[in-house]
């Protein structure tokens, strides 16, 4: 194993992602919702990524931010050319990529940060790696100024965290073959143990459920969540500890649904937990009430509490827009502990009045064909709806974001021709990247090559698939990709243009 990889398998390439959740307005609402104040971000303002992998979320957010300064460390060479390429593609001068180690980064000037954001990356390095993480919080962030830091947690990974050891052990004490191969055949050796009826399985019907992701992930996935040297999942309350050492209190979930006791916890141990007035004791009873494996943490350095007024007026002038395209929105949908049923008559109205383009948490409660709906359940739809990802908070963005956000969609999108599957695009509306579904970012495509016939859409997905898949898609494949074109056509069209992800044609 090379010296500078500090225990972090290197084999494979990271997969390509972007996580909504780490955008400044998500991380805004978020602490609007637990009513704390955050940094502005209408003006300028700095972001530094920790660990960014292939850089495609980092890319997103510089380009529809050129009012603010985006900075991102990665050690992988590999990440790094990825990310600088897309960079260049999306003209995003404000973006400033190294190829640094965490000890590397903390030699460098930089300047201090807004936000310092981290994904898959606490659990996944070691000791001394983390050490240098909180220095860098504690050295860059401002006062005010927030960090995103997610983790494996316990007892969320109870039953998996042994699987993960076991095959740690034997695969790096394995000295032949590449670190793929090796943790093939130590993931092997778990399902051989199973077979012959460990106890170990028999007594945890859950690490049965967790040998079966196991044995379905991908190597990429494999290698990048198991195989770190110094991987280690946490309780709650050893993250608060460590980034107090920065200076930091956690604030907020980036999972919005946790911001919401009354959606993210079982009626019967609610009470408990809000009894319960140490903060830190609180969260961790959480994590055994909901066995949460992984925590999106947001944490502030002296955070600033939101009188009611405030909070009222920053509520009422947040800017939502569509996130997912209305037909798509279920009414029927289950948070976190239950399944409920979202109010149709209220839902219609916001999809329909939001259709038209965002509009403020304010103009929405205000709608005539609301009048006669109480302002609290106005409210709690759309609560619900920011929860479950129907709706984002959204910017008005700046002439320059448009031409850059368009930019980088062009350049994504011919990545698909490369085989690639992407977790979406970048939208102007939302100053963020969206998820969108596989096959809609291929018939986007097909449209950004001058086709609008469902017709001509399923063959455009078809071709890509085809050279994706190194092989003939089967005949079948394309009355079903046509039946999802001419619904794409019907139900999702309207929708991503009012994103305004690329520039008129012509
Ligand atoms: C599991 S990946 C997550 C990547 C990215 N944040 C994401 O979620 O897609 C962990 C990342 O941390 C990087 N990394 C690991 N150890 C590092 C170190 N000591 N210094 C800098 N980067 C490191 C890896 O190269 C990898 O890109």
Redesign the pocket.
Known sequence: MDDW??G?V?ELP??V?H?PEMAPAHLRLALLQAGLAAPRIDGDFSYL??????GL?LNMLAAVHPQGRFFG????PA?VAAAQALADQACSSNLQLVQ????Q?LERDLPPMDFIV????YT??NAE?RA?IVALIARLLKPGGVVYVSYNSMPGWANKAPLQRLMSEAAHRQTEGSALQRFHAARDLLGQLDSAGAAFFVSNPGARTALREITNASDTYLL??FA?RGWSPFYCTDIADDLARADLQFAASAKLFSNFPQWSLPAASRALIGATEDQGLRELLRDFAMQTPLRRDVFVRSPRTLGAADIERECHATLIALQRPPASCARHVRTPIEAVRLADEVVDVLLAALANGPQTVAALMALPALANTRPASIRETLDLMLCLGYLGPATAPQAETRSRAHALNQALLKRLHAGERLSGLVSPTHCAGIAIAYHDQLFLAAQQAGESTADALAAYAQAVLRISSGSKATSAALPELHREASNFLKYGDAYYRSLDMFSAPG
């Open positions: 990889t500090d972090y290197t990271y997969s992602n996580f990524e920790l660990g960014f992998g292939q979320g460390n990665d050690f992988m990440h640094d180690s965490f000890a980064l981290l994904h898959g990356v996944w390095v790696n240098h990048h969540e770190p």
